[in-house]
């Protein structure tokens, strides 16, 4: 355990202010979890290391899946918190916690339309593409389908709320009794200060590991090295804090990765443009994979292509899909995505053998004729025949955001080791464990924002009930 992230006795410490309850961490779950604790009667104390809060969330699409709310029913789809929960299970190959699947999927509508009502986040559904694994559109976004407008708009929601959040405070000691009771914390200030702060209940919302090397190398070796695309300010202190309290840390090597970041620019590419049709191709121009497993698992497999590179190839009507999110707009802006009008003209740009681009092109056209399946198991029916003018854009494979974390109850409560809990403990987000299996393949879209919102609510509603006693 780093000095910079300590468990000490409680005991003789003594606190220059005392307040109920203290979240650290200001991004979607710190902030969902303040805005739940100071409805509950409780006025939070958020802990925010950086000088604005933006965390993960602002670099995410700030799209939160949820099942079997309202926005969905206007647009007459059909979707229900069991069948999300089946699609989460599916893809984390049955790996996933059942109780905990239930707990956050059962939660999320209800949050989303809380958020909507309560706070005046206007959400809308994403409906002109199906996400990988999804068997309903059920992607919540706010207009811009960006996490930067959707963390601002928390933070506006938190301020009005009078919730207070103090930057530049990072957490660095937690102080525990003999039982784990949490009777503060230390935050250092900018000016190297550390100031003492005591709780009755503390909410762990600071995510999880992907910005400390040591603990990626240890837990997911395959991501060693690989660009880390989240906030770098996620150093892994929930799970080095709870190694420290006995915590019970679960599927710590689960992850979010991405197969598609453009290259050198490091701006994120939807993946809206493979699921719409397109593919990918390494720097020979061939197909290497089944890219509609999802783009998750497809981070590592991109890394393992020559030089860590591939394209994604896709055409004028797919980038007007694409077109809806910020990254997209923003990747066209800065020339990431190469334009020509014919396949030849594709492959001069992006250096690639042309005869070895055409034939991709050919063997595609035929599979979306045929409706046919590829030999990776890609299947082409229902999509689009690619037409001209066509798009490609170069892209490395990165790993976004950790999925293990503290086991957690279902009032979101720590577990030890030895199956008690810790008492006024409680995670949310990316500190705590997800539902995504035990690896980058069990991670369905949408994973991210469901546990950071779905537990960060019921974790500040438990924290405030806990100190109301
Ligand atoms: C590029 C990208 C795209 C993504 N797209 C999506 C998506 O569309 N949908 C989805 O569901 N998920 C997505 N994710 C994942 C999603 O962003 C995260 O799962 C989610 O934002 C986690 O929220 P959080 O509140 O737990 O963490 P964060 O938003 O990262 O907030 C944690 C905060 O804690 C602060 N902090 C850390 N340590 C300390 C400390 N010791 N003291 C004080 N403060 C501290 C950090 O500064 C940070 O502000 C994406 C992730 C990335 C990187």
Not at 56 to 83: M, N, V
Not at 95 to 117: F, H, K, N, Q, Y
Not at 145 to 168: F, P
Not at 405 to 425: C, E, H, K, Q
Request: hydrophobic letters at 45%; one cysteine or more.
């Amino acid at each position: 355990m780093s000095a910079q992230r300590q468990v000490l006795p409680a005991e003789g410490v003594s606190f220059e202010v005392e307040v109920p309850l203290v979240i650290v961490g200001a991004g979607a779950a710190g902030l969902v979890a303040a805005l739940a604790a100071i409805e509950t009667g409780v006025e939070p104390l958020v802990l925010e290391r950086d000088p604005v809060p933006r965390g993960s969330t602002a670099l995410s699409a700030g799209l939160i899946p949820a099942a079997g709310t309202r926005f969905q029913e206007a647009l007459g789809i059909a979707d229900t918190p069991d069948l999300f929960a089946r699609d989460i299970q599916r893809k984390a190959h049955g790996d996933s916690d059942p109780g905990l699947v239930s707990l956050v999927t059962a939660e999320i509508p209800r949050a989303i339309e809380w958020l909507a009502d309560a706070h005046g986040l206007p959400f809308s559904v994403v409906n002109d593409f199906n996400y990988p694994g999804h068997s309903a559109r059920r992607m919540h976004g706010l207009p811009s389908r960006s996490g930067r407008e959707l963390v601002d708009a928390l933070r506006q929601a938190a301020e009005s709320a009078g919730v207070q959040v103090l930057t530049g405070a990072a957490a660095t000691t937690l102080f525990a009794g003999t039982d784990g009771r949490i009777a503060g914390v230390a935050a250092e200030r900018p000016d190297g200060t550390l100031e003492r702060i005591g709780c009755r209940a503390l909410v762990l919302a600071c995510n999880g590991y992907g910005g400390n090397p040591d603990l990626v190398r240890r837990h997911i070796p395959e991501m060693d090295g690989a660009l880390y695309f989240g906030h770098p300010g996620n150093t892994g202190d929930a799970a080095l804090w709870g190694e420290g309290l006995g915590a019970e840390l679960r599927a710590m090597s689960a992850y979010q990765g991405h197969g598609s970041v453009a290259h050198p620019h490091g701006i994120l590419v939807t993946w809206a443009v493979v699921m719409e049709g397109g593919f990918q191709v390494d720097t020979q121009g061939h197909r290497f994979s089944n890219e509609t497993h999802g783009y998750s698992e497809q981070a590592a497999i991109v890394l393992r292509q020559p030089g860590g590179i591939a394209w994604d190839v896709f055409d004028a009507r797919i980038a007007g899909v694409a077109r809806q999110f910020e990254d997209f707009r923003q990747a066209e802006a800065t020339g990431a995505v190469l334009r020509a009008d014919t396949v030849e003209e594709l492959a001069g740009a992006m250096h690639v053998p042309e005869a070895a681009l055409r034939e991709t092109f050919q063997a595609v056209d035929r599979l979306v004729a045929t409706g046919g399946t590829d030999a990776f198991g890609r299947s082409f029916s229902g999509v689009r025949t690619l037409a001209a003018p066509f798009h490609a854009v170069k892209v490395t494979g990165a790993l976004f955001h950790t999925q293990g974390g503290l086991a957690v109850g279902t009032d979101a409560r720590v577990l030890r080791t030895d199956g008690g809990i810790l008492p006024n403990l409680f995670a949310a987000g990316g500190a705590a464990v997800g539902v995504s299996g035990l690896d980058a393949a069990g991670y369905l879209s949408g994973n991210g924002l469901l546990t950071a919102v779905a537990l960060g609510r019921i974790a500040g509603k438990a924290a405030a009930r806990l100190v109301r006693g």
